[in-house]
């Protein structure tokens, strides 16, 4: 009788499928604790690691990477959470992805359609990304957002500091973090957000010109406008860098009145970009003329702007060159001009970004040509440093005035000016106060009144009536009386 020989080969194959086979192993599953049991771990014949499975509405299966079953139970729970953070978000699972890592897209992206509203400044949404995926996103990128707590926050501020970064900018770094957190507890993915860390912050002092400072800038743009100015760049390395043109900067005469503007304005530069004529009404006051100025909001403050009466100066200046430029640039010179939806500064410019930007180089110019750069404190003065200016000329120069009036009115808060501002003002400012003794009146025993009688007293009466008698009593007076030349009174001295 023949035997049935098996071949080998079919054989090996067998073992081989067996194998590599991810069919969990009956005996290794096991459901975690305080979670749905379609939560489990297990074993598989093709791996030495643990494996995770959940079912909705279909198995998800991720490996563990780990021998170890704790740490296995421990990437179930955060793999159970990811896929919440997903499915509450309406977003697909992908397994390269934290839960932080996901709610920190989702902030970006939340902000970015606020700027498509309007709601929100481009610029500040697109500083705010870069902080978030230069240093938030590298720690925190494989960290489940539910893992992270004050301890690793504090390791995390450590990590700041070792990059040698200020402590303003470390403070900017757990705002944005405090929006991560708050926009996952928002959307129930984390029940409360962590204690953040308390970052100690030194306030500097706004930098700001001097009298003399702001008079050499305006002599200085005087003296430029029309002029041409190169700015270089440096390109390459070493022995071979050299200077490259970048681009001509034109000193304009629109600068020339923007400087005093904004000194009698208190407008921030980024509003700029955005006034318009329609913004502008030229009211009377006591003082004269002023401008009261409903501009479009910025830093969230939309409260009108009240100027000082000087602003109106440079604000005519302003309309006359437009409306002169449109006339001389129509067909009928005797057409009437509207210039109510013109912007103030660079009107030529749709993109107002641009505009801004163009405003920005002639003052940095502008302060390299007067060597104002930098203050005497090392303070590097920019385009801002012209509100910062029109703040303390107001506190230094001007009548006494309630901080929250000024706060109010130049869209900012006491807060504020208490920190940046006040702080400044120099010791000399209070040394009258501080000097001033109390006034101590000195007695004075030659009191001297003057009664009216109501009837003609003759200057020879040597009897006085029992009411002047009382009278020269209360007063103390023991000099006696001297009549008027008239008869109709006398003085007690």
């Known amino acids: 009788m023949r035997k049935r020989l098996i071949p080998k080969v079919a054989t090996q194959a067998l073992v081989n499928a067996k194998e590599r086979s991810v069919v969990p192993i009956k005996s290794t ?30 198995p998800i299966k991720r490996s563990t990477k780990t021998e170890n079953k704790a740490e296995a139970i421990r990437f179930a ?17 992908n397994s390269k992805q ?9 902030v970006i992206n939340v902000d970015e359609t606020k700027v498509k509203r309007g709601e929100l400044a481009g610029t500040y949404v697109n500083s705010q990304k870069n902080i978030i995926n230069k240093h938030i996103a590298t720690f925190f990128s494989n960290y489940e957002i539910s893992d992270i707590d004050y301890a690793l926050l504090d390791k995390f501020k450590t990590y700041l500091y070792e990059k040698q970064l200020s402590a303003g900018t470390i403070k900017i770094n757990f705002v944005c973090l405090k929006k991560i957190f708050d926009y996952a507890q928002r959307n129930n993915i984390i029940s409360a957000s962590p204690l953040l860390p308390k970052v100690k912050t030194v306030d ?17 743009t005087a003296n430029l406008v029309g002029t041409i100015s190169e700015v270089m760049q440096k390109v390459g390395k070493g022995d071979d860098a050299i200077n490259k043109k970048l681009r001509n900067i034109v000193i304009t005469e629109e600068i020339k009145q923007l400087i005093p503007f904004m000194l009698y304005t208190f407008i921030r530069p980024t509003d700029i970009k955005n006034i318009k004529h329609k913004h502008i009404d030229i009211r009377g ?11 479009p909001p910025s830093k969230k403050h939309s409260k009108p702007i009240t100027s000082m009466p000087r602003a109106t100066v440079f604000y005519k200046r302003l309309r006359d060159v437009r409306i002169k430029e449109l006339r001389q640039a129509s067909a009928d010179k005797d057409a ?3 210039i109510s939806d013109d912007y103030l500064f660079m009107p030529q410019y749709a993109n107002r970004n641009y505009a801004y ?55 900012t808060s006491v807060e504020m000016l208490e920190r940046f501002y006040l702080a400044q003002l120099e010791s000399s400012e209070y040394t009258k106060d501080l000097h001033a003794k109390k006034v101590v009146r000195k007695r004075d025993n030659k009191k001297e009144s003057k009664i009216a009688v109501s009837k003609p007293v003759h200057p020879s009466l040597l009897q006085l009536t029992d009411k002047v008698a009382k009278i ?18 006398f003085v007690i001295k």
Request: net charge positive; glycine share 8%; proline share 2%.
């Open 336 to 338: 009437k001009i509207d």
């Open 77 to 93: 729970k955060n793999f159970y959470e990811t896929l919440l953070v997903n499915k509450r978000l309406g977003i697909g699972n």
């Open 285 to 295: 006051g006591d003082e004269g003329e002023y401008l009261f100025m409903p501009i």
């Open 472 to 489: 020269i009593d209360k007063t103390g007076s023991k000099r006696g009386i001297t009549f008027s030349a008239d008869g109709e009174g």
């Open 204 to 220: 500097n002092a706004r930098g700001y010109f001097t009298l003399d400072e702001y008079k050499h800038l305006r002599r200085t």
């Open 98 to 106: 934290t839960s932080f890592a996901i709610c920190a897209q989702e």
């Open 29 to 58: 599953i096991e459901a975690i604790k305080n979670f749905p049991s379609k939560l489990v771990i297990f074993k598989v014949p093709a791996s030495k690691f643990y494996w995770v499975r959940y079912y909705d509405g279909k």
């Open 357 to 411: 930007a163009k405003i920005a180089r002639q003052f940095d110019v502008l302060l390299a040509q007067a060597g104002l750069k930098v203050s005497i404190d090392d303070d590097v003065r920019t385009l801002y440093s012209m509100r910062h200016t029109s703040l303390m000329y107001r506190l230094k120069y001007g009548a006494e005035i309630n901080p929250l009036k000024l706060a109010n009115n130049a869209r």
